[in-house]
Each structure stands twice: as C-alpha cells, then as structure tokens.
T-cell receptor, first 110, second 112 residues
Framework: DAKTTQPNSMESNEEEPVHLPCNHS???????IHWYRQLPSQGPEYVIH???SNVNNRMASLAIAEDRKSSTLILHRATLRDAAVYYC???????????FGSGTKLNVKP | DTGVSQNPRHKITKRGQNVTFRCDPI?????LYWYRQTLGQGPEFLTY????????KSRLLSDRFSAERPKGSFSTLEIQRTEQGDSAMYLC??????????FGSGTRLTVV
C-alpha cells in the first residue's frame, strides 16, 4: 500500500483558514488522493478526493502538487466543529481497502 | 436511509467470552468493510465483502475472528475467546462498487 505522511497535530484559530499538508512521494499514476476526517466518537467521514486537478466542494478544497507527491487540504474558515483527526489516504484504481495512517489531529481555538 | 448502522454501540465483555457485532450497510451498497481502530491510531482494515462473498481478509483477522454477510445485506463480526488485546473500536463501512465509503459510528469493545 502506498503510504502518506502527515503532521501529528496542528492548531488553528476559529474562522481562519487551515492548510493540512500530506506527503505521498510513492503515489502511482492511478492513485486517487482521498481525505477523510473523524470527529470524536464517530466513524470517519468523507471530505474530498482528487486525482490531478485541484478540487472544491462545500466542505473543503484540495490542492494537488503538479508532481502529485504532495497535497493540501484547505478548510477556508475553520469552526470549532472542524476539530477532528484528518486522514490523507491514497486509493488505487482497483482498491478494496484504505490504509489510514495516524492522521493529523486538528485543534481549533475559539 | 439513515446511513450505516452498527450495533451495539458499546460492549463490555469478560476475557474468554464470545461477542458478535452487527452492521447494517446502506441498502444499495454492494461492498462492506470491517476495520478496527485502537486508541490514537487510524482504522486498520480487517475484511471486505462484495455482496455475500468475503473477498479479502487481513492478517489481523486471526482464527478467533469470523465475519459473515448472508444474502449480501447485513454483516456480523464474531470474536471468539476474547482477549484484552481485542479491546478496540470496530468500524463498518459500505460503498457502491468503487464509490466513496460511508462509515458507521462503530462498536466500542472493552474486554475486562
């Protein structure tokens, strides 16, 4: 399984943007980059995914480096409800499982 | 559809007892996954079903663990002769083919 590297923790102030980095230097050409987040006492929930181009949805934006060896999840205005563990995951075309890693624990200060 | 449902939410059992967890996936989803998550770690893959067929099992799934998905609907995960090391959150997820996962809220198992 292709692995990702994320910082263990990050901190942000409420209503400010947050940039969560992820390195995936061994990514293959058919791997999609997925982000999930896990709120306390909940299962992980889908945030966003992309292949090559930057992506936007109502929850976040995903910026993918040109060489695809890294990506950044952008929360445009962090709220207290965004405090969670964020997982960056590579998903191969013919996948049947995710490798989660330890993720980044985001703390949002009021 | 209310999403992926897991029961029970919490289970406390004595070492050596057998436990069974249930997962009801989103009804139109043909794939179902079980993951295990210990404190401070990300979820780890256990096993995967496509319809009723169990297509992959992790090495984490020892012979004390068994999972079934009769008729390709709900799934059960049974742990026999529980050990303290089995204490974890057991997560179920479902998807439609290679679509995105939807996870349940998990069953937290504590073995005392």
């Amino acid at each position: 399984d292709a692995k990702t590297t994320q910082p263990n923790s990050m901190e942000s102030n409420e209503e400010e943007p947050v940039h969560l980095p992820c390195n995936h230097s061994t990514i293959s050409g058919t791997d999609y980059i997925h982000w999930y987040r896990q709120l306390p006492s909940q299962g992980p929930e889908y945030v966003i995914h992309g292949l090559t181009s930057n992506v936007n949805n109502r929850m976040a934006s995903l910026a993918i480096a040109e060489d695809r060896k890294s990506s950044t999840l952008i929360l445009h205005r962090a709220t207290l409800r965004d405090a969670a563990v964020y997982y960056c995951i590579l998903r191969s075309y013919n996948f049947n499982k995710f490798y989660f890693g330890s993720g980044t624990k985001l703390n949002v200060k009021p | 559809d209310t999403g992926v449902s897991q029961n029970p939410r919490h289970k406390i059992t004595k070492r050596g007892q057998n436990v069974t967890f249930r997962c009801d996936p989103i009804s139109e989803h043909n794939r179902l996954y079980w993951y295990r998550q210990t404190l401070g770690q990300g979820p780890e893959f256990l096993t995967y079903f496509q319809n009723e067929a169990q297509l992959e099992k992790s090495r984490l799934l020892s012979d004390r663990f068994s999972a079934e998905r009769p008729k390709g609907s709900f799934s059960t995960l049974e742990i026999q002769r529980t050990e303290q090391g089995d204490s974890a959150m057991y997560l179920c997820a479902s998807s439609l083919d290679e679509g995105g996962y939807t996870f349940g809220s998990g069953t937290r198992l504590t073995v005392v």
